[in-house]
């Protein structure tokens, strides 16, 4: 079965300071990977997609096949980075979103 | 830019009742989805459509049925709401039929069932 997981709830860092969000996915076949946000008060948005390799508000993710990992990355964090985070999977075999149990950001001053 | 409205920011409904989540997207997508929203679980899909009057189970439909009877237009049925559905229900919408894109959410009902 296919499944997320980021294995941690809380991730509290310093303004300044590097951020990675960890997510691990399991899967057999080819992966799709996603990261979405949740700011306070505003609905669930697509942050980045694996494919598109892009670097969206200075995050980037990278797939690493050979440790089913696609951790979030962002060298230094701003205050309006502090959300709740969460690491999706799809794939061909099945044509849905597989949600991670999510990660909460807080960037203090 | 695409607009997915839910019919409910807050509900209040007591065990027993029939409660209705609807949802409406403006951007003709193929696919809809609801999913619940709980702390510590994440989100779990409840049913989708890839098309109307076409439903398939997600991992968690015990309890919700759904209908789709026309295109932009997808909502959730809780046949007897009980306490353990209390919960935040999300509604999403994604373009291409059968393909895994960028999925647009709506803004969620925070049901209380008591």
């Known amino acids: 079965a296919q499944r997320v997981t980021q294995p941690e709830k809380l991730l509290s860092v310093f303004k300044g300071a590097p951020v990675e969000l960890k997510c691990n996915y399991s899967y057999s076949g080819s992966p799709e990977l996603f990261w979405y946000v949740q700011y306070s008060r505003q609905r669930l948005q697509l942050l980045l997609r694996h494919i598109s390799r892009e670097s969206i508000k200075g995050f980037t993710a990278d797939l690493n096949k050979g440790e089913t990992s696609f951790h979030l990355k962002k060298p230094f964090a701003q205050e309006e980075d502090s959300a709740m985070y969460y690491c999706?999977?799809?794939?061909?075999?099945?044509?849905?979103?597989?949600f991670g149990t999510g990660t909460r950001l807080l960037v203090s001053p | 830019d695409v607009k997915v409205t839910q019919s409910s920011r807050y509900l209040v409904k007591r065990t027993g009742e029939k409660v209705f989540l609807e949802c409406v997207q403006d951007?003709?997508?193929?696919?809809m989805f609801w999913y619940r929203q709980d702390p510590g679980l994440g989100l779990r899909l409840i049913y989708f459509s890839y098309d109307v009057k076409m439903k398939e189970k997600g991992d968690i439909p015990e309890g919700y049925s759904v209908s789709r009877e026309k295109k932009e237009r997808f909502s959730l049925i809780l046949e007897s709401a009980s306490t353990n559905q209390t919960s935040m229900y999300l509604c999403?919408?994604?373009?291409?039929?059968?393909?895994?894109?960028?999925?647009?959410f709506g803004p969620g009902t925070r049901l209380t069932v008591t």
């Open positions: 999706a999977l799809s794939g061909r075999s099945f044509q849905k979103l597989v």
């Open positions: 999403a919408s994604s373009p291409i039929r059968g393909q895994v894109y960028e999925q647009y």
């Open positions: 951007m003709d997508h193929e696919n």
